[in-house]
């Protein structure tokens, strides 16, 4: 049982505009930053979100992130085939020394 | 550019012992941690811990602790993750991150390729 919690699944079609919450107490999201992963199927996790809604030289605009007191967001606007992937929120517990993650979400495209 | 590249595949025993390489290159080693994160199959990501490679000081995931160790030859830009004591459900691919000591809120921003470690008797 993860953390951080997210949806294990969501899905969209070609355009469209979804989202991926993540949740969690207030010594872990609450007091942190969050980060968004996305792990292709078969590769490593890349970063896609820094520090709530930051993103990484080379990740597209129609990927943004947000933070509101205990909850985190993803949401990916223009959704396309190769959005297909497993995406993952992390963040740092200062009681860990550490980070924690959700337990992912199953983006489908359909 | 940036790159982690990891050690090959492993297959281990129960009760035995597994170190994995990971090699850092493109940037200097001692401005940056490492961290290092398993996904067991169909599973999600576990953060196991971290290591400062300027220092070497290191903090592990609770549930690790006892059979974990994270070092760093700073000779060589390579960090080493050794789990001691192995298990069916310590299988997994296992993964180094990069990571700024300090600077939490800059995440995991490059990756090794992954190392699977399958432990059966």
């Known amino acids: 049982q993860s953390v951080l919690t997210q949806p294990p699944s969501a899905s969209g079609t070609p355009g469209q505009r979804v989202t991926i919450s993540c949740s969690g107490s207030s010594s872990k999201i609450g007091s942190s930053t969050v980060n968004w992963y996305q792990q292709l199927p078969g590769t490593a996790p890349k970063l896609l979100i820094y520090s709530n809604n930051q993103r990484p030289s080379g990740v597209p605009d129609r990927f943004s992130g947000s933070k509101s007191g205990t909850s985190a967001s993803l949401a990916i606007s223009g959704l396309q085939s190769e959005d297909e992937a497993d995406y993952y929120c992390a963040a740092w517990d200062d009681s860990l020394n550490g980070w924690v993650f959700g337990g992912g979400t199953k983006l489908t495209v359909l | 550019q940036v790159q982690l590249v990891q050690s090959g595949a492993e297959v281990k025993k129960p009760g035995a012992s597994v170190k994995v390489s990971c090699k850092a290159s493109?940037?200097?080693?001692?401005?940056?941690?490492i961290s290092w994160v398993r996904q067991a199959p169909g599973q999600g990501l576990e953060w196991m811990g971290w290591i400062n490679s300027y220092n070497g000081n290191t903090n592990y995931a609770q549930k690790l602790q006892g059979r974990v160790t994270m070092t760093t030859d700073t000779s060589t830009s390579t960090a080493y993750m050794e789990l001691r004591s192995l298990r069916s459900d310590d299988t997994a691919v296992y993964y180094c991150?990069?990571?700024?000591?300090?600077?939490?809120?800059?995440?995991?921003?490059?990756w090794g390729q992954g190392t699977l470690v399958t432990v059966s008797s």
């Open positions: 493109g940037y200097t080693f001692t401005s940056y941690g």
């Open positions: 991150a990069r990571w700024t000591p300090g600077g939490y809120i800059y995440g995991f921003d490059y």
